[in-house]
Each structure stands twice: as structure tokens, then as C-alpha cells.
């Protein structure tokens, strides 16, 4: 999700994580997602395509099992997003580099295989937020 204050966009994005287990209850990820679709809100009875086309980020990951299968988990880090909120045509992009954090549980499979749904503050930074939700697949090596 991108907010600027007045438009609230819900633009798609895939994304990938890779990691690298510490000790048992911390890691450390680097994060990349890009664009796959925009969105478009009214505003003054006028069109607002919003998006974000790309974020890196780098995070610590605190994490605690809670059973044999159920791990939940913080990310802390630094991102860096590039988006553009276009009225009428006109493209105001931009980058913001922010403080970000989520939080996150994961459920195994097997024993490389999990599900995760986590959520994702990207940025919040001169009046414009980008956040998000994932539900992702996870293969551990």
C-alpha cells in the first residue's frame, strides 16, 4: 500500500528474501520487490496512478519457535523504495531511504518448505507511507 496523505494506493509488487541464520533466534535477510502493477485512485474527480517500483532492504531477524513447525518473527532494518504517484499523466517519482520493520510468522511443511505471512513497513517518510502484506512460499538450503 502507498499513502501520500490524500490518495491511498494498493499497487502489487513481488518480492524476494534471502537469508542466513545467525544462531537459533536470530538471522540477517536482504529483501527486493519490484512493481507489477499499478493502481489508481480518484482525486478531485481526477485519475492517481500510484506505484512502487522497486525496494531493497537489509534486516535483522529476531525469531522464537513456537513449536516444532510455528516460528514468529521481527525484521528491523533499512530500505530503500523508488515510487511515483502520476496525476493526470504527470510522473512525480522519487526514492526515500527509511528506518523499516515488520513482523511475521512462518509455518513448515517440511523440513525446507514453509508458508509465511508477514507484514512490511517499507518507508514512512515526508507525508508518503509504503507498507504491505505477503503471503509467501520459503525453501531453506
Do not use: C
Not at 491511498?8 to 533466534?25: C, E, I, K, M, T
Not at 520493520?101 to 505471512?117: E, F, Q
Amino acid at each position: 500500500r502507498l499513502d501520500d496523505g490524500t490518495s491511498r494506493f494498493s499497487p502489487d509488487s513481488v518480492r524476494g528474501v534471502v537469508g542466513y541464520a545467525l544462531g537459533p533466534h536470530v538471522a540477517v535477510e536482504g529483501m527486493a520487490s519490484f512493481g507489477v502493477r499499478d493502481d489508481t485512485a480518484t482525486v478531485l474527480g481526477a485519475g492517481v496512478d500510484g506505484k512502487v517500483s522497486h525496494s531493497y532492504g537489509l534486516y535483522v531477524k529476531p525469531r522464537a519457535s513456537l513449536g516444532a513447525q510455528l516460528e514468529v518473527f521481527g525484521r528491523l532494518g533499512l530500505a530503500r523504495s523508488r515510487y511515483s504517484v502520476a496525476p493526470g499523466g504527470l510522473a512525480a517519482t522519487d526514492s526515500a531511504s527509511d528506518f523499516s520493520w515488520g513482523a511475521g510468522v512462518n509455518y513448515s511443511l517440511t523440513p525446507t518448505t514453509y508458508i509465511g505471512l508477514d507484514y512490511l513497513r517499507l518507508f514512512d517518510k515526508g507525508g508518503i507511507k509504503a507498507d504491505g502484506v505477503t503471503l509467501g512460499l520459503g525453501m531453506r538450503f
